[in-house]
């Protein structure tokens, strides 16, 4: 189960059985709200001052509203269980007035089972004065209870969405509900808890998840004997103890190692138990584009399972690696994304060129980096008999395909999209991602005594490299190029600069001090940066999506978290000296500071605003900070390391001498 809400704490996403699928909301607003001295607030309107953060190192909300007119105040915690579909809100009411105040507070769920409206059930259950919301195998129970009495204090169900019927929550106006007791249709429903309170006053609302009446009624049981306080207390407990496998040597300020560990704790949240790993779960996109990020791209999982296993959680990468090779056709090739549950996704990508030929529709980039993932999964934990598992379905059919997908003259690999799923072409992180899959899959191959395909891997991957150097760099320019186009029969070089060509020294095809890769660097940094007070990394040159500033010799387009962090990234590469380390701190620090107040990084920003666009949270921005920092710390600590073995060895030829002088004396 996933549940997240939008920057005025109304419920908007429900995901249940996978992270990312289903959603029964649509994205539509399960409203909250608090009725006092004859008034309604809805917690979204105007009027609430709003604090929407997480307790320290945990997942488990800490939201404050305070409502200055209406003299009320609110402290809300959420959490998910740990083993059970269930959502649990704790309410703190404060009373900021004078006297003893009816206080009421009023829950909506504006459920869309299965992501369309039609044939959902909502009734009201006198046995656990509970709501429940069903169709097909999805149910869901909705109570709440106070310190003194259990299930809901008053309940309303009716039709929404339709003929004009905004829903239930309207009922709440007067601080009564009407009590219908079941709708079908397009449905929703309105629960409310009374409170008499002098000072304080303590509510809890959940909502359980399951696939038939019985599931949801036991869970229901299980929170009045264990009680809704000790589910999230036992959330918060396992939490903090789950993301503290972080070094304590680093010399990282502690406002960064917290924003890692809170970058750990949102990554975990898109991740499925069953190993996949979504790119994001936010369904404002659906208003962009009629389609969500709630996929598994295998490249995006597969950088995100590299950030994983540097930060030492190599159970949950592993079960990525174990659905990609169930996934994985004998072919040898991902498709372009899949759903949460395995099953392909939706796709843009086609299977006919221009002139109406058959091309595959893939990026081949996404194969090639389960297998660089992996490899560094292995050497993160030597796990062989896990690697022994995925060999013959996964290992052997990608690194044939990334062997023979070449083209035939220029022997780098065929034509696919970019990593930006935008143009179809040659591009030079594709090329760089293909060199390192084929590097891992030779690694395995002679891991595990497979003498041919090592060699034939070596040798594509060897072949590749040296077309590169060929092909893909501009002695003119002093550096290399985005990639290549096929136009009028022959391919032309693209010039663009794209902060993908990064990917040359990220997966290790090009030394990072190369002076050809520090030349395309520091055009990157040059030309990409963006010329605002903002500042930050944008995609490439003239990115018009979500496009902001017209002006793209300034801004050449919007900056990104990721590509901010690929930056710094080649400076931790390249750095020498600890003072060499001070950029990429503060790039660091830079996304750091652009988080939201909860801690939640999106994909891009706007460049004069520094307001978050598009999803959030996205997984890969998160991802890259992730190994940033470890990147970061393993390069302070091997030159400590440097220092420490150099002051030894002075030392040591210092008390030689001091020994020899005394002999002669």
Excluded at 340 to 348: E, L, R, T, Y
Excluded at 406 to 431: M, Q
Excluded at 495 to 500: A, F, G, H, I, R
Aim: proline fraction near 3%; charged fraction near 25%.
């Amino acid at each position: 189960m996933l549940v997240a809400f939008d920057h005025k704490y109304q419920l908007r996403e429900f995901f249940y059985p996978y992270v990312g699928q289903a959603n029964h909301t649509n994205g539509n607003a399960f409203r909250f709200g608090v009725w006092v001295d004859g008034r309604l607030a809805w917690v979204d309107e105007d009027g609430w001052e709003r604090s929407l953060k997480y307790e320290e190192d945990t997942l488990v909300t800490e939201v404050r509203l305070v409502h200055a007119e209406m003299q009320i105040a609110l402290t809300c915690h959420d959490g998910v269980d740990l083993d059970s579909c269930v959502f649990v809100r704790r309410i703190d009411v404060e009373n900021l007035g004078t006297g003893r105040r009816d206080v009421r507070l009023f829950f909506h769920q504006g459920f869309i089972i299965g992501g369309y409206r039609e044939g959902d059930t909502a009734y009201y259950d006198p046995t656990e004065r509970a709501l429940i919301h069903y169709k097909g195998q999805f149910w869901f129970l909705v109570n709440a209870m106070t310190t003194r009495v259990w299930g809901l204090s008053s309940f309303a169900t009716g039709v929404s969405g339709m003929n004009n019927a905004e829903g239930t929550w309207w009922d709440a106006t007067d601080g009564a509900l009407e009590r219908n007791a079941i709708a079908q249709g397009s449905v929703d429903s309105t629960g409310s808890i009374h409170l008499m309170v002098d000072k304080t006053a303590t509510a809890y609302y959940w909502i359980c998840a399951g696939q038939d009446r019985d599931a949801v009624m036991e869970l229901n049981s299980s929170i009045r004997e264990q009680t809704p306080e000790r589910v999230l207390q036992r959330v918060r407990s396992f939490w903090r103890q789950w993301v503290f496998q972080d070094g304590a040597d680093s010399r990282l300020p502690e406002k960064l190692r917290s924003f890692y560990r809170r970058s750990l704790l949102v990554l975990r949240t898109q991740i499925d138990n069953r190993g996949a790993i979504l790119a994001a779960n936010d369904s404002d996109t659906l208003h962009y584009n009629r389609d969500s990020y709630s996929y598994l791209w295998p490249r995006d999982g597969a950088l995100v399972a590299e950030s994983l296993d540097r930060a030492g959680y190599h159970d949950v990468s592993a079960r990525f690696f174990a659905l990609c090779a169930k996934l994985l056709p004998r072919a040898g090739y991902f498709m372009h994304k899949y759903n949460p549950d395995g099953s392909i996704g939706s796709s843009w990508h086609p299977w006919c060129s221009e002139d109406g030929s058959l091309q595959l529709p893939i990026q081949e980039d996404e194969t090639a980096l389960v297998l660089y993932a992996l490899w560094n999964h292995f050497e993160a934990c030597r796990d062989i008999d896990f690697v022994r598992t995925v060999y013959g379905n996964l290992i052997e059919p990608a690194g044939d395909f990334l062997c023979s997908y070449r083209e035939s003259r220029l022997l780098l690999p065929e034509a696919s999209w970019d990593l930006w799923e935008e143009r179809r072409g040659i591009h030079l992180f594709t090329v760089a991602a293909t060199w390192a899959g084929l590097t891992a899959a030779a690694n395995f191959a002679e891991m595990f005594g497979d003498a041919n395909r090592a060699r034939d891997y070596r040798e594509a991957a060897l072949e590749i490299r040296k077309a590169t150097e060929e092909h893909l760099y501009d002695p003119d320019l002093g550096r290399f190029v985005r990639g290549l186009v096929y136009r009028n029969r022959r391919w032309e070089a693209d010039y663009t600069l794209d902060s993908s060509q990064c990917g040359l020294f990220l997966f290790g095809m090009f030394r990072p001090d190369d002076p050809r890769v520090t030349r395309t660097m520091e055009a990157i940094e040059q030309q990409l940066w963006c010329k605002t007070p903002l500042g930050g990394i944008a995609r490439y040159q003239r990115d018009t999506y979500y496009q902001i500033a017209s002006n793209t010799d300034e801004v050449p387009g919007n900056p990104w978290f990721l590509c901010t962090l690929w930056l710094a990234q080649w400076y931790i590469a390249t750095a020498m000296r600890p003072e060499d380390l001070d950029r990429p701190l503060e790039l660091l620090s830079w996304v750091a500071d652009h988080a939201s107040a909860s801690g939640v990084l999106a994909e891009q920003l706007n460049p004069h605003t520094g307001a978050q666009i598009s999803v959030s949270p996205l997984t890969w921005s998160h991802a890259t900070f992730v190994s940033t920092v470890c990147l970061w710390e393993e390069r302070q600590l091997k030159m400590a390391e440097r220092r420490r073995s150099t002051r030894k060895r002075v030392a040591d030829i210092g008390g030689h001498s001091l020994r020899f002088a005394g002999e002669s004396a």
